[in-house]
């Protein structure tokens, strides 16, 4: 280390690289054990994390699903290796964890509906702007299997065929869900 | 709605259909203004999308998260009494720290009939890894490399006394860092030199990871 040595003074300030460099520190801090450097994680990451999981299985499991991907965030740090972003790292991890409950969530919530029929009720829903829903409302009313992949496509940028692994179906099945969450969320644009 | 296209409409939106098929669909888009309507509702759709705020959860879940991977809460640490340090004072800790660690290896190698210590007087840290691993961890490597970028940039923005105090104590737990390891090279099984190894690098880390968001916060 050369703090001794004249560097350059004028540097312009790079916010985007000191926040990465930063990360970077935390995340190493964090792997070895440092509980702060975890928390700083989770602050800068939690609203995309509870986002994702409000929007895949809906408000009352997000909590939950949240903490559960910390949790198994901090017990996986060990494997996570720099060649992606944390952040990249996080979300994929979330992702699998959202996924891997939402056989039960389905169960449980009797909506496991995917039909076309099924997403009748959100897109034939009067105009009348004092029922209208807002367009995150919309999305959350959509079919289990049509709002993942909307939500995975659309909002997150996956792809059809990374969808189609992630989900377990084909990319056909993919394109055609994404289809009909499209149509009929197209009646709740603002 | 019941035209050919419709269902074909979001493919030529995400780029997704055959060549032939999109020429043929832009034929007959200028002839059905049906089509054109849907059209152009799907792309507000996806550009919607596009836009949406990612918010935080109502609740704090920090706490929970905390009691589940055994650290320190948030809320157990507001219930504390705040204390707040400068990088200098920060820095002479962690140097008081470093010494009295060197100091305890130095006294315990210097002890030829001394073993590790045992379980019962050494204060269990559980948290943190092993010396040999954590050394070998590239990403410690690569933290520590583009902090010390980060700082070396960013020195001119700091008061000269601080980065004089900041490269010395960085010597010290350098030293120390290469004491611990010169240590371990003779007695690699001692419990008691990779955990203190341990501490002193990540000691370091976080005088770095201090002193970086310090420098990158002058303007």
Request: aromatic share 4%.
């Amino acid at each position: 280390m050369e703090l001794t040595t004249p560097g350059v003074a004028t540097l312009r300030r790079d916010l985007d690289q000191t926040a990465r460099d930063a990360e970077t520190a935390d995340v190493a801090l964090a792997a070895s054990g440092d509980g702060r450097a975890f928390e700083r994680l989770y602050q800068t990451h939690v609203a995309r994390i509870y986002s994702l999981a409000r929007r895949m299985t809906g408000e009352d499991h997000a909590d939950d699903l949240t903490q559960d991907v910390f949790v198994r965030a901090w017990t996986k740090l060990a494997t996570f290796r720099a060649e992606a972003a944390f952040g990249t790292w996080l979300h994929r991890l979330a992702v699998n964890v959202i996924l891997a409950r939402r056989t039960t969530l389905g169960t449980e919530r009797g909506r496991y509906d995917d039909s076309e029929g099924a997403l009748d009720g959100v897109s034939s829903r009067p105009h009348a702007p004092e029922l209208s829903l807002d367009f995150e409302e919309a999305i959350g009313r959509l079919p289990d299997g049509a709002r993942q992949v909307f939500v995975l496509h659309d909002i997150e940028g996956y792809r059809h065929e990374e969808i189609a692994d992630l989900l377990g179906i084909v990319p056909g099945t993919s394109k055609s869900q994404l289809h009909h969450a499209r149509m009929a969320l197209r009646r709740h644009l603002e | 709605m019941s035209d050919t296209w419709t269902n074909r409409l979001s493919e030529y939106v995400d780029g997704d259909l055959p060549e032939r098929d999109r020429a043929t669909l832009e034929a007959h888009l200028p002839t059905c203004a049906e089509c054109r309507a849907t059209l152009d509702e799907l792309r507000r759709v996806v550009a919607r999308a596009q836009t949406l705020d990612d918010r935080s959860p109502t609740a704090d879940l920090w706490p929970a998260i905390a009691r589940h991977v055994g650290v320190v809460s948030l809320d157990a640490r507001r219930a504390r009494r705040r204390l707040s340090f400068t990088v200098p004072q920060l820095a002479a800790a962690a140097v008081v720290l470093a010494l009295l660690s060197g100091a305890s290896a130095w006294l315990l190698l210097r002890r030829p009939d001394a073993g590790p210590p045992s379980q019962s007087t050494t204060t269990p840290t559980p948290i943190l890894t092993n010396a040999g691993t954590y050394e070998a961890n590239p990403r410690y490597a690569a933290a520590v490399a583009n902090l010390e970028r980060v700082l070396a940039q960013g020195r001119g923005r700091l008061d000269t006394a601080t980065v004089r105090v900041i490269a010395k104590n960085l010597g010290i737990i350098d030293r120390a860092i290469r004491d611990a390891q010169s240590a371990l090279a003779a007695d690699p099984a001692n419990s008691y030199l990779n955990l203190h190894l341990a501490q002193e690098m990540r000691r370091k880390l976080e005088l770095l990871r201090q002193a970086a968001a310090l420098a990158g916060a002058q303007t």
